[in-house]
């Protein structure tokens, strides 16, 4: 049964501590995850194996949209139906989200493999990173169930107050990929095929995790086929799974755009704003670990119609998000010499990975309110709002000051994108959230017994009742 002191009566600063510290211990994990295959690469000191690992990120951030499409479809979805105190639906829909993550799975693995010369043209590659990006690539594709499963369930049994499982999963895969890294690209003499059979095994291990603790039975909810249906459940899903997911689809296409643009700088340009991306990585994944841990406590409040409760967390949450913004800028700020240095010894990567990163940091401070935002909009079920606040940051808004950026600055210009398109997104999400919120579960209302009255409500309340 889901633990419901931590979204009913525990105060809600430790509440929301209680639930988003091992989600950002997570986020860690998966910072981590994503570094290690650059940081073991970069020791061997060649910027085209490095430029080979950033021109393949895009299409393993599209492994991860799916996984989150699902997964925080699913969370929100099941979060709201707990709040109602819908078990029985809640269990459906996560059966559903466990067999879908498999059978996209299957279907992207196949695909990627089938056709990968046309994928290779289609990111970017160089004469001289067409290789060793193949060879990555062809490790990675059959990773695609099983990195498309960790992260749905990554997401999915925190709706049920499993935090802490949820690390744990995140956790003993990436372990293990770190541990292979050394051993294959360095040991091995593999290079960027020996950093992605590291990743391939890690996700095989925990998806095997998740399968694990449910056939112990150590979460509520179901993975069973005999509950797993479609009617009722997949449009609430991808209602709000489909926004939260090309937030990453358009991270993977506007990482392409970029890298695309910056061929004209030629390969040290794409290494080091691969490297750099990976260091800003560290500001930016613990605030997202802040947003994505306090999702299923708005969701639950939101479905309990519990406004008090619900306007309580968002408002404590911000404060959170602020000051983890602030210290972790500083720190990444002053530490951006050792970072980059850590990554690749060679000199003019390094000293154009330094200057990116301080450009990347201007956001650093407040870009932690957009994910805040942006998990309420989840939360809430609002599908419309969450389009539009997820097509805009990294599509509409980033992709059009991408291009007018490098035409007005140059190289400099490519850099300051991201971050302007981060503070026009913030200022967007304000606009896009409290009117929502004021229509749907005004300061004042008092818990009702259930029974919200916004949309995701309505359109829980439309499935048969248990």
Known sequence: ??????????????????????????????????????????????????????????????????????????????????????????????????????????????????????????????????????????????SAPFVILSVAFGNIVRAEGKAKEAMFGMMIGTVLNIILDPIFIIGLGMGVAGAAIATLIGNIVSTGYFLYMFSRGRFSLSIALKDARIRGVIWPVLAIGIPAALNNVLMSTSVIVLNNVLTGYGDVAIAAMGISSKVMMIAVLLQIGLGVGIQPLLGYSYGAGNAERFHSILKVSMIYAVILGCTLTLVTYLGSDLIVRAFIDDAAVYEQGVRFVHILLFSGPIVGVMFVYINTLQAMGAARQSLILSISRQGFVFIPMLFVMNALFGLDGVVFAQPTADLVSIIMAVFLVYPFLKKYLPKGNGTNNGSASGPGSMELSQQPAE
């Open 1 to 142: 049964m889901e633990d419901n002191e931590i979204f009913e009566s525990m105060p809600v600063p430790k509440a929301i501590l209680k639930n988003a510290i091992p989600t950002i211990t997570g986020m860690i994990v998966i910072l981590i995850y994503n570094i290690a295959d650059t940081f073991f690469v970069g020791q061997t000191n060649d910027p085209v194996q490095v430029a080979a690992v950033s021109l393949a990120t895009p299409v393993f951030l599209l492994f991860m949209a799916t996984g989150n499409l699902i997964g925080i479809g699913g969370t929100s979805v099941i979060s709201r139906a707990l709040g109602e105190k819908r078990r029985a639906y809640a269990s459906e829909v996560s059966a559903f989200c466990f067999h879908l993550s498999w059978v996209v799975g299957i279907v992207f693995a196949g695909l990627f493999l089938l056709e990968m010369p046309t994928i290779l043209s289609a990111i970017g590659v160089s004469t001289d990173t067409y290789e060793p990006t193949r060879q990555y690539l062809l490790y990675v594709a059959p």
